[in-house]
């Protein structure tokens, strides 16, 4: 395969050294210090909410509750109102 060149004679330009960048401290949301991905591990926390009870994993706490039933809701609505415009277009116009 001539069309392939051998490792080390894709680029002629001289390599140079490496810009480092350094940044402050990192703040997490719970205001400790520490680096981007060190956060505090919070699978007990949560292992203890999704194992508990059989309700589906959907509506475990109180919270997820309040958010499914206002899409259900939401939903319901937004048929009604596609729906309603539909009819509005599809039956002809009174004069």
């Known amino acids: 395969m001539a069309f392939v ?11 140079g050294e490496p810009t480092v960048i350094k940044y ?3 703040v997490n949301n719970s205001g400790e210090k520490g680096a981007l991905f ?9 292992q203890r909410v999704f194992q508990s009870g059989a309700e589906p994993i959907h509506l475990k706490t ?9 899409v ?4 319901l ?4 109102f596609a729906g309603a415009y539909f009819a509005k277009i599809a039956l002809p116009r009174r004069n």
């Open 5 to 15: 060149e051998s490792k080390g004679k894709l680029s002629s330009v001289p390599k």
């Open 24 to 26: 402050n401290p990192v």
């Open 38 to 46: 060190s956060k505090p591990n919070l699978v007990a926390k949560y």
């Open 62 to 70: 109180p919270r997820d509750r309040v958010i499914y039933s206002g």
């Open 72 to 75: 259900m809701y939401g939903s």
């Open 77 to 80: 609505l937004g048929l009604l």
